[in-house]
């Protein structure tokens, strides 16, 4: 796959991005770098690839033009201290990663973010921000159990009109912001302390950053979120496999390709 730059809508908002990954995600990453800078119509301020710290992942930012943020000077704990766990899994990394994710408005720098998974590549043209409203991209199902942790974080239901669960997302820093003063009022403890409390640890899907920013944002005002299908294709092969033709094939009913390496996840209706 190879990367044309397009440049940006006119009017559009400049964003930052937010990619974490780790090391397995390399051989995926350079591609989802190329794609943001070719299919996403705002102009990209900075981007911001959190990592462990790795030297391979560095170098590859170097070459890129990101900005490498060591992952352990984002939160006051590491992925070591979250213990969330069975016989048959872990998902400790997983939920790292997410609450990574949802500290990123005291990592950027613009009023925006866009946060996109290093195993997802987009393939089409992409806004975020149209007539003063949000853009969320959607599927049809989720885990019941991201909205049962919702209720416990925010004390009402989530509206899940769609789900967001879609590997990228934009974020406004001030709502998120929000958000978290508003989780923290509530229980009386930091967010990211409420939010390992509220999940039901027995369960290997307990929480998502995306279903709870999005219908966090959908609940205070319906009317200033769009909502569009992701369109998103996940692939057993490899980015570095995909010509040319193919992509473009692909991009006539995709919006975006998913090269997962992950195990055990079941699709779930949404409640």
Not at 86 to 103: D, E, F, I, P, V
Request: net charge positive; charged share 25%.
């Amino acid at each position: 796959m190879s990367a044309t730059f397009l440049g940006h809508t006119s009017g559009s908002p400049a964003i930052d991005v937010l990619i974490p990954a780790i090391e397995k995600d390399l051989a995926t990453l350079p591609y989802v770098i190329d794609s943001l800078r070719r299919y996403v119509q705002h102009p990209i301020t900075k981007i911001y690839i959190v990592s462990p710290n790795n030297s391979r992942i560095k170098n590859l930012c170097s070459r890129k033009g990101c900005a490498f943020v060591d992952e352990t000077t984002l939160l006051p704990f590491t992925k070591k201290d979250i213990h969330y766990s069975s016989t048959r899994w872990n998902r400790s990394g997983w939920l790292y990663q997410q609450l990574l994710k949802m500290n990123g408005d005291t990592l950027c720098r613009e009023n925006y973010f866009l946060v996109i998974d290093a195993d997802t590549i987009l393939i089409r043209p992409h806004r975020f921000r149209s007539n003063g409203k949000s853009i969320f991209y959607c599927r049809n199902w989720s885990q019941p159990e991201y909205f049962r942790t919702y209720r416990k974080l925010l004390g009402t239901k989530a509206p899940s009109p769609r789900s967001f669960v879609t590997h990228y997302m934009l974020f406004e820093r001030n709502k998120l912001a929000q958000l978290k003063r508003k989780i923290e009022a509530k229980h009386g403890l930091p967010w990211y302390t409420a939010i390992l409390r509220s999940i039901n640890k027995k369960q290997q899907f307990g929480f998502s950053e995306f279903e709870t920013y999005a219908n966090y944002i959908y609940s205070e005002n319906p009317s200033a979120v769009i909502l569009k299908n992701a369109q998103n294709k996940s692939l057993k092969t490899s980015a570095s496999s995909l010509s040319k033709g193919q992509t473009t094939k692909l991009s006539k009913t995709y919006r975006s390709l998913s090269f997962h390496q992950r195990k055990g996840y079941t699709r779930t209706s949404r409640p």
